[in-house]
């Protein structure tokens, strides 16, 4: 029953990708926290909590293949959305330090005493409480994306002209979460957390239960991507994507299906940003910066866009690449991902994944092309059948 | 004449881009039921009186009313398209990357929000339906190819085949002939004959012979505005038709 629910919603590589995502989310704590450390299959630590933060990456990824590779919405600003999520995660684990700070204050976080503050701000309740925080992030970053969305959308701006308001969107935010009057630690943003649900977060058994969160809520995205997509809502999007106008003819309301995805994609995003913070210990405003979201679109390009799946390739793919060239050549990262997203454009329009998939859709069309290429008996007699033009 | 009890009613309607009239003075009147052939040379503003009727232009003045009391000029194309009008484009234009019968199953008249598509259902009837369909534009066999790889012909008849889905009261078939064999010009206008014994239709065509067979009371623009209408011997024989038009 259930597993017939599910693959009504999912395709096969859907499934398989969950199911790998399931796999790592239980093997890699065990091998963690069970093997000795002499063990080849032990999985240290600090890889555990790379790996996790590439895995947010990638569930920002598919937030954004979501917009823009199934609806041509490209978002140039998507890592607004995972900072905010970020900081409304931040906001309860600064809030969870309680009078361990530098400046014991039971109830203000550092910063604030640090800024003679009497009181805490009044968007700052709350957050002492987990769940609370954890509507936050999708709320806050769900509800900036409404209200940007509604009237974006209403107005029909599209296009370019929407890809540079958002980045603009992402680049005002910056430039007042730097401001040390907004309430959000300014430039040195939130960090020195203590504990997450009680636990420290620097316990290897804390990173191992956030990696694992994070790999189900990547399982949990590409169930809700494919669920979506492979609706009909999904061929209205794709719709859009292809010809605007056209949906809008056929009576479909345009804005209201773009407001939706996005909105949506947004949410996941203020996830991703939330799992992201426990894991690396910081968030600053440098998260908004312009280039981080442009990073994005980068990842999303290389792993395949409107693959679902491809973009998760993509973003743990380059990442790799960056810690690797980071390290190793710093002064040339930059330009290997320029060089990086030039192929990936002139050479691999559809990704890594598209690749893989056009030369199956091409196998599966000739397929069915070669099925219905004998005119239907009922139409021969009295029809002229225009001939199949491709009848190699 | 009164808008009342007409299904399309166009009254002085005039539209200008930077300067340029491209429909003058325009007054037009479709009854319901009706089939009316529009002709006129390239630049007469045929389409652009379609996008004013289907709301994607709005008239600097005149009165555009469906129904007899619709006024249209206030609406947009989601309403317009609602409300019962349905448009085939002049160059054709249909999702490349979905199959024609994805294609078909986006046009079906049916609840549009975006709420009821995400858990839509495909029902016993909506399959009937779409199989009646398939069959009438001759696409039957061919309902799991993206529409990409239909030919031109074939996509001028997937894109009737969506307008049909759409169940409208009145179509607006822009160039419906335009790059087809003759056989399948004289297909098409036997389709739409079919198709005008139900429902009003607005068909735009530069072929004569397809326009002669469907033999049906023609327009001819000329400049934005009307330059003769009647049958179409009447009309190939106005002197003035024949200078602007025929005679070329
Ligand atoms: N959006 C627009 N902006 C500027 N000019 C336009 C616009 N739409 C139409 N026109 C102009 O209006 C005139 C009428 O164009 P229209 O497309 O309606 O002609 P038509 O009768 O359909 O011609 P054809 O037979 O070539 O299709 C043309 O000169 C065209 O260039
Ligand atoms: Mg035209």
Redesign the interface.
């Known amino acids: 029953m259930i597993t017939q629910w599910f693959f009504t919603h999912v395709d096969r590589r859907g499934g398989i990708a969950i199911a790998l995502l399931v796999a790592i989310a239980l093997l890699v704590p065990l091998s963690n926290l069970l093997l000795p450390q002499t063990s080849p299959l032990h999985i240290p630590t600090y890889l555990v909590s790379l790996i996790g933060k590439y895995l947010t990456y990638a569930l920002l990824a598919v937030a954004l293949d979501l917009v823009w590779g199934f609806c041509g919405i490209l978002s140039l600003g998507h890592g607004a959305f995972f900072a905010l999520g970020g900081y409304a995660m931040g906001m309860y684990l600064m809030r969870q330090i309680g009078p361990r700070g530098v400046y014991a204050d039971p109830v203000l976080p550092d910063f604030m005493v640090f800024l003679n503050w009497k009181e805490l701000p009044w968007f700052w309740h709350g957050f002492d409480n987990f769940w609370f925080a954890a509507l936050m992030v999708v709320l806050v970053p769900g509800a900036l994306a409404f209200g940007f969305g509604w009237l974006a959308f209403r107005s029909r701006v599209t296009g370019v002209y929407l890809s540079i308001i958002t980045q603009a969107l992402t680049y005002a935010l910056l430039l007042a979460f730097f401001r040390n009057d907004m309430g959000f630690g300014g430039n040195n943003g939130l960090t020195d957390f203590k504990d997450i649900l009680g636990f420290n977060i620097q316990a290897g058994t804390t990173r191992s239960m956030l990696f694992a969160a994070t790999a189900l809520f990547l399982a949990l995205a590409v169930f809700v991507s494919s669920f979506?997509i492979r609706?009909?809502?999904g061929?209205?999007l794709?719709?859009v994507r292809?010809?605007e106008?056209?949906?809008?003819?056929?009576?479909?309301?345009?804005d209201?299906?773009k407001l939706?995805v996005w909105t949506i994609s947004a949410m996941m995003a203020g996830i991703a940003g939330a799992l992201y913070v426990p894991q690396v210990g910081i968030i600053n405003p440098s998260e908004f910066e312009p280039a981080n979201s442009i990073e994005a679109v980068i990842w999303v390009a290389v792993g395949g866009r409107g693959t679902i799946i491809g973009p998760i390739i993509g973003a743990v793919l380059v990442n790799f690449g960056k810690t690797y060239f980071t390290a190793a050549f710093p002064e040339i990262w930059l330009f290997a991902l320029g060089a990086l997203f030039i192929i990936v454009t002139l050479f691999l329009p559809k990704g890594i994944l598209g690749l893989y998939g056009s030369w199956r859709t091409k196998l599966a069309?000739r397929a069915?092309?070669k099925k219905?290429s004998?005119?239907?008996p009922?139409?021969a007699e009295n029809?002229?059948?225009?001939?199949?033009?491709?009848a190699e | 004449m009164k808008a009342q009890d007409t299904l399309l009613y166009l009254d002085g309607v005039s539209v200008s881009f930077d300067g340029f009239r491209a429909i003058n003075n325009l007054s037009l009147v479709l009854q319901t039921g009706e089939m009316r052939a529009i002709i006129g040379p390239n630049g007469a503003g045929k389409t652009t009186m379609m996008d004013i009727i289907t709301g994607k232009t709005k008239p600097d003045a005149g009165d555009v009313y469906f129904n007899g009391e619709v006024d249209l000029t206030r609406h947009d194309e989601a309403e317009i398209a609602l409300l019962g009008i349905g448009r085939k484009f002049q160059k054709p234009t249909v999702f490349e990357s979905h199959t024609v019968e994805d294609n078909l199953v986006l046009a079906l008249s049916g609840p549009r929000s975006a709420f009821s598509a995400l858990f839509h259902r495909q029902s016993a009837n909506e399959a009937e339906r779409i199989e009646d369909i398939l069959y009438t534009i001759r696409l039957n066999g061919k309902r799991d190819w993206l529409a990409a790889n239909l030919s031109h012909g074939q996509k001028q008849w997937l894109e009737i085949g969506m307008l049909l889905a759409q169940d409208p009261k009145l179509l607006l078939v822009d160039e419906p002939v335009a790059g087809m064999t003759d056989a399948e010009t004289a297909e098409t206008a036997k389709l739409l004959r079919e198709i005008a014994k139900t429902r009003s239709v607005l068909v735009v065509e530069h072929d004569m012979h397809f326009v002669r067979e469907l033999d049906v009371k023609v327009t001819c623009l000329h400049e934005g505005s009307v330059l003769a209408e009647g049958s179409l011997d009447f009309v190939s024989n106005d002197q003035r038709v024949i200078e602007v038009y025929l005679g070329r």
């Not at chain 1, 106008?245 to 345009?254: Q, T």
């Not at chain 1, 029809?383 to 491709?390: D, I, N, R, T």
């Open positions: 979506i609706s009909k809502l061929k209205v794709v719709g292809d010809a106008s056209r949906m809008r003819f056929l009576g479909y309301r345009v209201r299906y939706f069309d069915a092309r219905d004998a005119p239907p009922v139409a029809v002229h059948l225009p001939e199949p033009q491709a």
